[in-house]
T-cell receptor, first 109, second 117 residues
Framework: KNEVEQSPQNLTAQEGEFITINCSYS?????LHWLQQHPGGGIVSLFM???GKKKHGRLIATINIQEKHSSLHITASHPRDSAVYIC???????????FGKGTKLSVKP | NAGVTQTPKFQVLKTGQSMTLQCAQD?????MSWYRQDPGMGLRLIHY???????DQGEVPNGYNVSRSTTEDFPLRLLSAAPSQTSVYFC????????????????FGPGTRLTVL
């Protein structure tokens, strides 16, 4: 079983829809990252969080440490949000980042 | 700032050849790392550095060497290329303000797509 599982693997939405991408992990963590990989391949960091909730524009990331689960929400989705969204966790025991396989999001106009 | 830069963008090698993937950052970041990304798999850490002169192995270090002689540069050397090293390689850096390479915002380079025939 992978230590970081993302769901769904693929997601197609219509412009304007509210989107949720989930990340579950099986290890104790000290940090969780959400990253965005553009169709051209570049990777951008969206959030780094260890508790609670963070918001940036139309993006909201939440984490529930007890349930070992994080969600990335996109409000009022737009075709430019089409990308692969990657969850990564840092194990609490001095480990490196462990990455999920990503969720491929396609937003149709 | 240019951020994190990588060269080349694309490279084709024959089995057994050696080459160096270049990575540089101009943000004075302490931490730098190399990842490979393969279809159907998450990013995997190859090597990382917590400062000039200090490097350590990641999850998949075999067949790769690194050095960190300056804060800015972190080259990745393939000693004798193999088809299993066909992948997209990403270099990343982080400032180190949190005291860990992995609890800071990560800044990624644009990637190098390597094909080994």
């Amino acid at each position: 079983k992978n230590e970081v599982e993302q769901s769904p693997q693929n997601l197609t939405a219509q412009e304007g829809e509210f989107i949720t991408i989930n990340c579950s992990y099986s290890v104790g963590i000290s940090a969780l990252h959400w990253l965005q990989q553009h169709p051209g391949g570049g990777i951008v960091s969206l959030f780094m969080l260890s508790s609670g909730k963070k918001k940036h524009g139309r993006l909201i990331a939440t984490i529930n440490i007890q349930e070992k689960h994080s969600s990335l929400h996109i409000t009022a989705s737009h075709p430019r949000d089409s990308a692969v969204y990657i969850c990564a966790v840092r194990s609490g025991s001095q480990g490196n980042l462990i990455f999920g396989k990503g969720t491929k999001l396609s937003v149709k106009p | 700032n240019a951020g994190v830069t990588q060269t080349p963008k694309f490279q084709v090698l024959k089995t057994g050849q050696s080459m160096t993937l270049q990575c540089a950052q101009d943000m004075n970041h302490e931490y730098m790392s190399w990842y490979r990304q393969d279809p159907g798999m998450g990013l995997r850490l190859i090597h990382y550095s917590v400062g000039a002169g200090i490097t350590d192995q990641g999850e998949v270090p075999n067949g790769y060497n690194v050095s960190r002689s300056t804060t800015e540069d972190f080259p990745l050397r393939l000693l004798s290329a193999a088809p299993s090293q066909t992948s997209v390689y990403f270099c990343a850096s982080s400032p180190g303000t949190s005291g860990s390479a992995w609890t800071d915002t990560q800044y990624f380079g644009p990637g190098t797509r390597l094909t080994v025939l």
